[in-house]
């Protein structure tokens, strides 16, 4: 069978194979420690589910707009407003699949053939992929833990080329949990005015922020790089919402109106009910936020402490999200032999690095309970003074 020619040129997502491999072990009664999956371990908030089965019980079953049920789009443009500083009306919001899904819309309705899409590394995984499926090309501006895995201003300008469409920026980051400062945001916010050029804001993990770090939504800046920024955001991360698959993308009407054609035409509407959830999310109190930031808080220091004591790696420390990045290249490993060794011999689960761009690190996320953290920690200890 000959399949299309873009199938070739997209590599399987290697957290999503991890995750399922780990899961699979546990299902067959093996014990597994898994780091892998970025997925708060935590229940979907009871308020959030129960405005969903109440929009089953009235009916709401049927097929809604394309772009999103229209309160939850204004529940969305009043959040954008009050949170970040960004002065969008329910017209500039589509509802998406979760947040990939917003990021793959965008890429489609703006993305030709040739199109350059900067992309500091590491990056989410999907970035480059999703930008070779429309035969855009990704460059990888690769940044090190001297910046604190930050792309600097004089490297975005020097990467910039006739050719290029998109800068993506993600704070705080997967996988690094690196945060940029109000700063650090306005510096690169200049470089795109100057360039003219798109800049796609990806803030899905912006409540889960630690020791006073401060999220900037880069569009709030001033109008003329508010013109040029798109929001990607969601649900997932800071409602452990992820298997609800609720995501949004806002930005300026023209590509909203396309990513809302593209979508009426792959997959509709988003599921009817579990947005009458999103807008319970959001319109409802915030407590249930902050209870599993303080969590992830307490897990993040544990696993960040037991790291640096291990010999041969370090780590330093995150702003945000709910994982840790450490280099691992004094064990004389790349990460992919380090990753399938440490779950074959020691059956802990981690993401290799070079599946975010960075062969000497490796992805673990503190989303899971403090006792797999601890259990986890001593059998990658052991495993990696093995090979020291």
Same mark, same amino acid.
């Given at each position: 069978?000959?399949?299309?020619?873009?199938?070739?040129?997209?590599?399987?997502?290697?957290?999503?194979? +991890? &995750?399922?491999?780990?899961?699979? =072990?546990?299902?067959?009664?093996?014990?597994?420690?898994?780091?892998?999956?970025?997925?708060?371990? @935590?229940?979907?908030?009871?308020?959030?589910?129960?405005?969903?089965?109440?929009?089953?019980?009235?009916?709401?079953?049927?097929?809604?707009?394309?772009?999103?049920?229209?309160?939850?789009?204004?529940?969305?443009?009043?959040?954008?407003?009050?949170?970040?500083?960004?002065?969008?009306? &329910? /017209?500039?919001?589509?509802?998406?699949?979760?947040?990939?899904?917003?990021?793959?819309?965008?890429? $489609?309705?703006?993305?030709?053939?040739?199109? !350059?899409?900067? +992309?500091?590394?590491?990056?989410?995984?999907?970035?480059? /992929?999703?930008?070779?499926?429309?035969?855009?090309?990704?460059?990888?501006?690769?940044?090190?833990?001297?910046?604190?895995?930050?792309?600097?201003? /004089?490297?975005?300008?020097?990467?910039?080329?006739?050719?290029?469409?998109?800068?993506?920026?993600?704070?705080?980051?997967?996988?690094?949990? =690196?945060?940029?400062?109000?700063?650090?945001?306005?510096?690169?916010?200049? $470089?795109?005015?100057?360039?003219?050029?798109?800049?796609?804001?990806? !803030?899905?993990?912006?409540?889960?922020?630690?020791?006073?770090?401060?999220?900037?939504? *880069?569009?709030?800046?001033?109008?003329? *790089?508010?013109?040029?920024?798109?929001?990607?955001?969601?649900?997932?991360?800071?409602?452990? =919402?992820?298997?609800?698959?609720?995501?949004?993308?806002?930005?300026?009407? !023209? *590509?909203?109106?396309?990513?809302?054609?593209?979508?009426?035409?792959?997959?509709?509407?988003?599921?009817?009910?579990?947005?009458?959830?999103?807008?319970?999310?959001?319109?409802?109190?915030?407590?249930?936020?902050?209870?599993?930031?303080? #969590?992830?808080?307490?897990?993040?220091?544990?696993?960040?402490?037991?790291?640096?004591?291990?010999?041969?790696?370090?780590?330093?420390?995150?702003?945000? #999200? @709910?994982?840790? @990045?450490?280099?691992?290249?004094?064990?004389?490993?790349?990460?992919?032999?380090?990753?399938? #060794?440490?779950?074959?011999?020691?059956?802990?689960?981690?993401?290799?690095?070079? #599946?975010?761009?960075?062969?000497?690190?490796?992805?673990?996320?503190? &989303?899971?309970?403090?006792?797999?953290?601890?259990?986890? =920690?001593?059998?990658?200890?052991?495993?990696?003074?093995?090979?020291?």
């Amino acid at each position: 069978m000959k399949l299309a020619a873009r199938v070739s040129q997209v590599t399987p997502s290697l957290t999503l194979a +991890i &995750a399922a491999k780990a899961k699979a =072990m546990k299902a067959e009664g093996v014990d597994v420690c898994s780091f892998s999956a970025g997925e708060p371990d @935590f229940d979907t908030p009871a308020h959030i589910k129960a405005a969903a089965a109440k929009a089953l019980d009235e009916g709401k079953t049927k097929y809604g707009p394309a772009a999103g049920e229209p309160k939850l789009r204004e529940a969305i443009a009043r959040k954008l407003k009050a949170d970040n500083g960004l002065d969008y009306k &329910a /017209e500039n919001v589509i509802v998406t699949n979760g947040g990939k899904h917003s990021l793959y819309n965008l890429i $489609v309705a703006l993305i030709d053939p040739g199109d !350059e899409v900067i +992309i500091p590394a590491p990056y989410w995984l999907s970035y480059p /992929e999703m930008v070779t499926l429309v035969g855009g090309v990704p460059v990888i501006v690769t940044t090190d833990a001297s910046t604190g895995y930050k792309i600097t201003p /004089e490297q975005l300008r020097k990467a910039i080329t006739p050719k290029t469409k998109l800068f993506v920026l993600n704070s705080p980051s997967n996988p690094t949990g =690196m945060v940029y400062t109000p700063a650090e945001i306005k510096a690169l916010a200049e $470089v795109v005015v100057d360039a003219d050029i798109f800049v796609v804001s990806d !803030e899905i993990y912006e409540k889960i922020l630690y020791d006073g770090a401060e999220h900037i939504s *880069i569009g709030s800046l001033g109008k003329e *790089i508010f013109a040029r920024t798109l929001i990607s955001n969601g649900f997932a991360k800071a409602y452990s =919402m992820t298997g609800w698959r609720l995501g949004y993308l806002a930005g300026p009407v !023209e *590509i909203i109106k396309a990513a809302s054609t593209i979508q009426g035409h792959s997959t509709s509407n988003v599921c009817t009910f579990a947005q009458y959830g999103a807008i319970a999310a959001l319109e409802s109190s915030q407590d249930c936020v902050e209870e599993m930031r303080q #969590a992830f808080a307490k897990r993040r220091q544990v696993m960040l402490d037991r790291l640096n004591a291990i010999p041969g790696l370090s780590c330093p420390k995150p702003d945000g #999200a @709910f994982y840790l @990045f450490p280099d691992i290249s004094k064990t004389g490993l790349k990460s992919l032999e380090f990753c399938d #060794a440490l779950i074959e011999e020691h059956q802990v689960a981690v993401i290799p690095g070079i #599946a975010f761009g960075a062969d000497k690190n490796i992805r673990l996320s503190y &989303a899971t309970d403090m006792a797999t953290i601890e259990k986890g =920690m001593d059998r990658l200890e052991k495993f990696v003074r093995s090979r020291i």
